[in-house]
């Protein structure tokens, strides 16, 4: 494979979750596996940051949250998927999709054009009809998206993994908009939000490379989500489902990391929900 070049800034926090997916990968007790998380690091040179506990744990649950959010939301009827900064995100090659699946990947042409380069030399073919989309979520990216096969008047199931922080909240209320415009009836959205419980320093999770991560992010980060989201999310037109942490990592019987509530502790609420429309 000819050398890759690495995205830069923003770009490069999509190796990190990689890194804590392939993690995950290697735990016995694993929630997923995603074998692209492997190919990534290895084009990346970058080493895993398995020693980060809570962060490959807090990915390892997220990831399996919204696995299973997507695979309801094509239950219930979604035929397309737009993924919001879907980064080194292996789905499209990784969930068992039915027939007549599209599914869209929207993020920075420098960390798409990283992707690419890995996966042609790969060789994967993907499990649905996978669109990529180059484009700034702080610019028209609706008419991309548009021009890119997607369906305004189709049900959608949105996904915003790991990007919100990253934008400014103008930038954010925008993405918010555009989204609601592109949603037909029956479309639905999944976020979550660790408001800046991963920054936290000294952390209770013990340091483990926090403070490292911490320092690395934390200029990276623009704005923080509203603690408690339901109304927020109702302005936008989602009926949103939040859930606690705890009922989440529960689930997927794993323990709830102690940062949680220590945020608790703090009126720092960390939060995921589903919603629809
Ligand atoms: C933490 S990674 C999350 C990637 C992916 N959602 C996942 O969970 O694997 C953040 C991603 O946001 C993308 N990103 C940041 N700012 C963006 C923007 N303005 N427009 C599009 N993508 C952006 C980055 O390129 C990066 O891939």
Same mark, same amino acid.
């Given at each position: 494979?000819?050398?890759?070049? =690495?995205?830069?800034?923003?770009?490069?926090?999509?190796?990190a979750i990689a890194a804590a997916r392939e993690a995950e990968g290697r735990r016995p007790d694993r929630l997923f596996e995603d074998p692209l998380a492997g190919l990534f690091l290895a084009a990346a040179g970058r080493p895993t940051i398995d020693t980060v506990g809570v962060l490959v744990d807090y990915?390892?649950?997220?990831?399996?949250?919204?696995?299973?959010?997507?695979?309801?939301?094509?239950?219930?009827?979604?035929?397309?998927?737009?993924?919001?900064?879907?980064?080194?995100?292996?789905?499209a090659f990784r969930l068992d999709w039915p027939a007549g699946m599209r599914v869209f990947e929207l993020d =920075?042409?420098?960390s798409l054009?990283?992707?690419?380069?890995? =996966?042609?030399?790969?060789?994967?073919?993907?499990?649905?009809?996978?669109?990529?989309v180059p484009a700034d979520l702080c610019a028209d990216w609706g008419a991309i998206l548009v021009a890119a096969g997607f369906t305004p008047g189709q049900p959608t199931a949105w996904l915003a993994e790991g990007i919100m922080s990253y934008l400014s909240e103008a930038d954010r209320e925008q993405l918010m908009t555009t989204m609601a415009l592109l949603s037909a009836p029956g479309s639905r959205f999944a976020l979550e939000s660790a408001?800046?419980?991963l920054l936290r320093s000294p952390n209770p999770e013990g340091d483990n490379g926090l403070a490292a991560f911490a320092q690395e992010y934390r200029g990276l980060w623009h704005s923080t989500l509203p603690t408690e989201p339901t109304a927020w999310l109702e302005r936008h037109g989602w009926r949103a489902d939040v859930q606690a942490p705890a009922t989440?990592?529960?689930?997927?019987?794993r323990p709830e990391p102690?940062?949680?509530?220590?945020?608790?502790?703090?009126?720092?609420?960390a939060w995921f929900m589903t919603a629809s429309r």
């Amino acid at each position: 494979m000819e050398p890759t070049i =690495l995205p830069a800034g923003v770009g490069a926090t999509a190796i990190a979750i990689a890194a804590a997916r392939e993690a995950e990968g290697r735990r016995p007790d694993r929630l997923f596996e995603d074998p692209l998380a492997g190919l990534f690091l290895a084009a990346a040179g970058r080493p895993t940051i398995d020693t980060v506990g809570v962060l490959v744990d807090y990915v390892a649950v997220r990831t399996a949250f919204f696995d299973d959010y997507l695979l309801a939301a094509v239950a219930g009827g979604c035929r397309q998927v737009v993924v919001l900064a879907s980064g080194l995100d292996g789905r499209a090659f990784r969930l068992d999709w039915p027939a007549g699946m599209r599914v869209f990947e929207l993020d =920075l042409p420098a960390s798409l054009a990283f992707k690419e380069r890995v =996966l042609a030399a790969s060789g994967l073919a993907p499990r649905c009809d996978r669109r990529v989309v180059p484009a700034d979520l702080c610019a028209d990216w609706g008419a991309i998206l548009v021009a890119a096969g997607f369906t305004p008047g189709q049900p959608t199931a949105w996904l915003a993994e790991g990007i919100m922080s990253y934008l400014s909240e103008a930038d954010r209320e925008q993405l918010m908009t555009t989204m609601a415009l592109l949603s037909a009836p029956g479309s639905r959205f999944a976020l979550e939000s660790a408001g800046a419980l991963l920054l936290r320093s000294p952390n209770p999770e013990g340091d483990n490379g926090l403070a490292a991560f911490a320092q690395e992010y934390r200029g990276l980060w623009h704005s923080t989500l509203p603690t408690e989201p339901t109304a927020w999310l109702e302005r936008h037109g989602w009926r949103a489902d939040v859930q606690a942490p705890a009922t989440v990592w529960r689930r997927h019987a794993r323990p709830e990391p102690s940062l949680f509530a220590a945020g608790r502790a703090e009126g720092q609420g960390a939060w995921f929900m589903t919603a629809s429309r």
